[in-house]
């Protein structure tokens, strides 16, 4: 399945950048969806459907649904998926894997490597409804750009710090930070922080599963 994608801004100065157009610079995420009920398929595609997708191309296969697009329609989509899988009310786990600037991206051009790309964000939407998270973040960066010398805890940290002043943060965990609050503002941690560390790096992973609806949690 795929959605529309919006078109890169023409630049003004008659120079391409490669960094324009989100798709050419490897932005995007890989979405698995699990629920745990007997008609965990019904639920699903029914998920994936009802998501506005605009502005971004869409893929689903057997194991995960690829999103490519603008870092912004990203944490739109990511946040409506999410809670769109909390509001079934069933057992259910999320797992993204996000990327940008990778070289290795099938569509990816960044012949000799774009650095860093800086973007905005617009303030994510909150829910109502709870996630749970383990979450990594990986700053894959190892040459000095811009007399900036790669430091990965320094980034790493600073994605922390700001999950912390999000209030998000609930604490470290063996290999991830451990995430909880509103599902808007959870996603919104988790992107943003990707995007942010994105200013520096160019390319940037970050990894993460929430829970929704867990009844250990209930119980507890």
């Known amino acids: 399945m795929t959605g529309t994608r919006t078109a890169p801004h023409p630049r003004t100065d008659g120079a391409e950048d490669l960094t324009e157009d989100p ?5 995007g995420a890989r979405v698995t969806v699990a629920v745990m ?21 869409v893929a689903t296969g057997d194991v995960s649904t690829y999103v490519g697009g603008h870092e912004a329609d990203l944490l739109r989509y990511l946040t409506d998926l999410v809670d769109a899988v909390a509001a079934t009310g069933e057992h259910a786990a999320v797992t993204l894997h996000l990327s940008r600037g990778c070289p290795g991206e099938v569509r990816c051009e960044l012949p000799g490597g774009a ?19 383990e979450w990594a973040l990986y700053p894959l960066v190892d040459d000095v750009r811009a007399g900036v010398v790669p430091d990965h805890m320094r980034d790493i940290e600073a994605a922390i710090e700001l999950a912390r002043v999000a209030g998000t943060f609930r604490g470290s965990e063996h290999f991830v930070t451990r995430l909880e609050g509103d599902v808007g503002a959870v996603v919104e941690t988790v992107v943003g922080a990707w995007a942010r560390v994105g200013r520096g790096v160019q390319h940037v992973t970050s990894h993460v599963t929430l829970s929704l609806n867990s009844p250990s949690r209930t119980r507890g």
């Open 23 to 27: 798709l050419r610079f490897g932005v």
């Open 37 to 57: 009920a007997d008609d965990y398929a019904d639920v699903i595609l029914s998920v994936l459907a009802g998501v506005d997708r605009s502005g971004l191309v």
């Open 115 to 133: 650095g860093p790309r800086p973007v905005d964000l617009p303030p994510g939407r909150r829910t109502g409804r709870v996630a749970v998270a």
